[in-house]
């Protein structure tokens, strides 16, 4: 690498910013759906951000008025409230809201030089956040942040180094995409559209699936208080299919002053960006304090949900979870199943599904922090159509086989990015040639 002279800037001479302002009510379900991608900070991933955990309708996209504007593919996104200074490079054009910058790099810059930049100096960012209560950190602050900036010709090399570790992580982030879109379609197709059910009741063979799949689905349908559903399958509600309902603990009772190097981990929104928590950068309080809160505390199988700030999430505990239990922090709380009625895998994607979300959110208030009220009264009394157990138990499997492959590709993606982040702060310093950094790449990913 050359030992050219590299000169300090600040951001603002190398990007111009544009913060997200489209931000409909969570009450009117009109304003969801496929027309745009909504980018809010849990997307933001620290790589690529292909799609969006939920999404608007046009309606919805149009309710912000003035404000109903897109971020444009391959710019950057940053979090500026809740977990600060996550990044994002945008593939696709999204809408964003309130928690989200989005930064167009100028045309002297590389643009994942910059995301690599950003990723780097997360700590010096997270300090420009303002506020007393509640952090945010605002387009004036972000401009400010200073670092090194090599010639356009090096920002290149050094993002192309760097970016050869983050498309073999975005390739295994698809194929997770994959996995998981798979799982959602059979789930619309079976317990939403009810597909086999049609089917048969036209008298044709329910497609994509073997005879001893159909057979487990009605030919029929029956009048219920929720409208027409598959013959046999009943009304329940979200008490009658669970063992526990339960809060995280109050404020006071998780915070700084609790955490240790190790011991039991605490599960915060940021775990719960996905179908399955993720199960890495923990704070931990130790297990005398994990028993005080016993209530509190959850393991595989439980489906967590937030019922304030990121309001929405839902996350399932896989069998294969790194800890045997777990603490909630104050804005979630857990469902734990009966599993003699219920699959946690089915209860999940419930919840994640159009209908499960508006149901989750029906409740939800969005003045000042956003929120669900009485979350676990209000979560035991949703109501849904509880197909027969044998039916539940033969989704199940099929969503963990998908799961375990998901899991699996994670360890991978975590593989790659801890040599990324060891490499990142040394090229950008130029600490390191590339003939060493390409080494490194190369006995990974062999």
Known sequence: MTSEVRRIVKLAACASFQEGYVNPSQRDPGYFGDDYKWLRATDLNDGFVFNTSRGLSAKGFASAGKSALLFAPNTLAISKSGTIGRVGILKDY????????????????????????????????????EGSVQKNLYVSSLGR????LPSLPEQVRISETIGALDDRIALLRETNATLEAIAQAMFKSWFVDFDPVHAKQQGRAPEGMSEATAALFPDSFEESELGLVPRGWKV???????????????????KVSTFVEQGVPVISGQHLRGTLMEDLSFNFVTEAHAERLKNSCVGAGDVVFTHAGNIGQVSLIHSDALFDKYVLSQRQ?????????MYPEWITYFFRSPLGQHLLLANASQVGVPSIARPVTYLRSIQFVLPPINLLRHFAEIADSLHRQAIANRSRIQTLATLRDTLLPRLISGQLRLPQAEAALEAVTE
């Not at 329940?236 to 998780?254: L, Q």
């Open 94 to 129: 999204m809408c964003g809201n309130r928690a989200v910058i989005n930064i167009k790099v100028n045309p002297d810059c590389d643009t994942r030089f910059i995301f690599y930049t950003l990723l780097l100096n997360r700590q010096k960012i997270e300090s420009l956040a």
């Open 145 to 148: 942040l200073e670092f090194e």
């Open 236 to 254: 329940s509600r979200v008490e009658d299919v669970a063992i526990k309902v339960g809060m995280g603990p109050f404020g006071s009772n998780i």
């Open 333 to 341: 709380f857990f469902l734990r199943c009966n599993k003699e009625i």
